[in-house]
């Protein structure tokens, strides 16, 4: 049960566009459609922005997309917002079924 | 509206035990997967056990197998965390969770559980 990979940081300007990259393998993102991304604001509750790897849930702006190549999923932000900056974690479900996250990645808006 | 109230942490000795609860509302409880999900100070998100809506199946963390106990009483739609031989790094933020399809749409708000002596 190893965490997946993230990068620790990321970041882009105002109205820029910036992807965060999650790396499993076949057991994990690989295997399954059941990847997700949560962000997390300091002193939050995380909150889930995209599931099954490219969908998002009512309320969640289309400025958020998530897709996946082979055992790497990815997360787009298009449009930097101020308000974007947070912890974003991705999180798959695993062939042994459990849930696995990812080390995280804190997302700068410069 | 979902609610769900995490409560129970409180600092605790190395090899202690504490047992956390989780009241929900606002949804049918027993309809439902539920989760706990622990985050160390300053540090990620970490699953940590899952049980089904009627209690029968259930899936641990390596980390926490054989020392921590999920359990859900339906009637009180109440879900629990037994934890037994705590270490150090047992000590997170522990929330509980609804689950959908393995995505988690509600979280609680966290109760803090320290182990130190």
């Known amino acids: 049960q190893s965490a997946l990979t993230q990068p620790p940081s990321a970041s882009g300007s105002l109205g820029q566009s910036v992807t965060i990259s999650c790396t499993g393998t076949?057991?994990?993102?690989?295997?399954?459609?059941?990847v997700f991304w949560y962000q997390q604001h300091p002193g939050k509750v995380p909150k889930l922005m995209i599931y099954?790897?490219?969908q998002r849930p009512s309320g969640v702006s289309n400025r958020f997309s998530g897709s996946k190549s082979g055992n790497t999923a990815s997360l787009t932000i298009s449009g930097l917002q101020a308000e974007d900056e947070a912890d974003y974690y991705c999180?798959?479900?695993?062939?042994?079924?459990?849930?696995?996250f990812g080390g995280g990645t804190k997302l700068t808006v410069l | 509206e979902v609610q769900l109230v995490e409560s129970g942490g409180g600092l605790v000795q190395p090899g202690g035990s504490l047992r956390l609860s989780c009241a929900a509302s606002?949804?049918?409880?027993?309809?439902?997967?539920m989760h706990w999900v622990r985050q160390a100070p300053g540090k990620g998100l970490v699953w940590v056990s899952r049980?089904?809506?009627?209690?029968?199946?259930?899936t641990y963390a390596d980390s926490v197998k054989g020392r921590f106990t999920i359990s859900r009483d339906n009637a009180k739609n109440t879900l629990y965390l037994q934890m037994n031989s705590l270490r150090a790094e047992d000590t997170a933020v522990y929330y509980c969770?609804?689950?959908?399809?393995?995505?988690?749409?509600?979280w609680g708000q966290g109760t803090l559980v320290t182990v130190s002596s």
């Open positions: 969770a609804r689950v959908v399809n393995y995505r988690i749409d509600y």
């Open positions: 099954e790897g490219s």
């Open positions: 076949s057991s994990d993102v690989g295997g399954y459609d059941y």
């Open positions: 606002g949804f049918t409880f027993s309809g439902y997967w």
């Open positions: 999180c798959s479900y695993t062939g042994s079924s459990t849930l696995v």
């Open positions: 049980i089904n809506g009627d209690g029968s199946r259930t």
